[in-house]
């Protein structure tokens, strides 16, 4: 879709956002060259849906990385434009056999996705059955960069993460910006601050709010571990990093029966 605001591309495979450039800006989302775009594969790159489970699944290796979300088709319910001009898509996910084979609660999840010159997205999760349900969720945005190398990230000072690159371990992040050096798998734990990326080399900053969202999840595989993976390749991990809106680990969401719960992120570009 394309208006006088934004270029956006979307997909219901994973109710996946591929792509999302405002109007005479660089493309804010990463899309790897090297993604395979096949039925049972995740898109790598955009805006992967990660749910129930975040990461390996904590009982069972065979079930998939990340849940099952980003690999379904979802339902598109409604595409509109609002009265501001930005165009709103929702879409819907819902228990089935399958998923209902890999994780056992009824379930509905809808994403709400409106692009303009900002970027909004709402994930809203049902609990449609008789008991409770626990579940993990991240909207795993992969943010294009000019080199990663050089960017900070700015609002996670202070803040205790589990370092998933050094076996799990708990520590606390220092009083500078985050920069990015070699793999990085950290989940920034009770924080609902907002995150801001310095992009020296495009000459820009992209602003990532949350609501309803206790944990942030900051990733990036560096060389080494890029070159292990088909569908990153040599050089485009220095094209990205993953700044994740997300409820995991202990900030895993527990619904009553017929509750819901939203979770948003709104990202904005700003001038250096």
């Known amino acids: 879709m394309q208006t006088d605001r934004c270029r956006a591309r979307l997909t219901p495979y994973g109710g996946q956002l591929c792509e999302w450039t405002p109007a005479g800006q660089a493309p804010v989302l990463f899309l790897s060259p090297h993604s395979a775009f096949a039925v049972g594969t995740p898109i790598r790159g955009g805006v992967p849906i990660c749910f129930p489970w975040f990461g390996p699944h904590p009982t069972d290796a065979t079930k998939p990385a990340h849940g099952f979300a980003r690999t379904r088709t979802w339902q598109v319910v409604s595409v509109a434009r609002d009265g501001g001009g930005d165009v709103r898509v ?3 996910l819902a ?3 399958d998923t209902l084979a890999l994780w056992t609660a009824p379930f509905a999840l809808s994403l709400t996705i ?7 997205m709402t994930a809203e999760v049902e609990n449609v059955g008789a008991d409770a349900i626990v579940y993990e969720l991240a909207l795993h945005a992969y943010l294009a960069v000019g080199d990663v190398d050089a960017v900070r990230i700015r609002g996670l000072e202070g803040t205790r993460f589990v370092d998933k690159v050094d076996g799990g371990k708990e520590k606390v992040a220092g009083a500078e910006p985050l920069a990015i050096a070699g793999e990085t798998d950290r989940v920034f734990l009770d924080t609902t601050t907002t995150c801001v990326i310095d992009d020296p080399v495009l000459a820009r900053r992209l602003r990532i709010e949350k609501r309803n969202s206790r944990a ?3 990733w990036n595989p560096g060389r080494d571990r890029a070159r292990t ?7 485009s991990w220095r094209r990205f990093v993953c700044v994740e809106t997300a409820n995991v680990g202990p900030h895993a969401v527990r619904l009553a029966p017929r509750a819901r719960h939203a979770m948003s992120a709104r ?3 700003t001038p250096p």
């Open 114 to 120: 409106s692009v303009g010159a900002s970027l909004e």
């Open 90 to 92: 929702t879409l819907r």
């Open 95 to 97: 228990a089935d056999a």
């Open 216 to 218: 942030t999840v900051v």
């Open 229 to 235: 993976m088909r569908d990153v390749g040599e050089e």
């Open 267 to 269: 990202i904005d570009v």
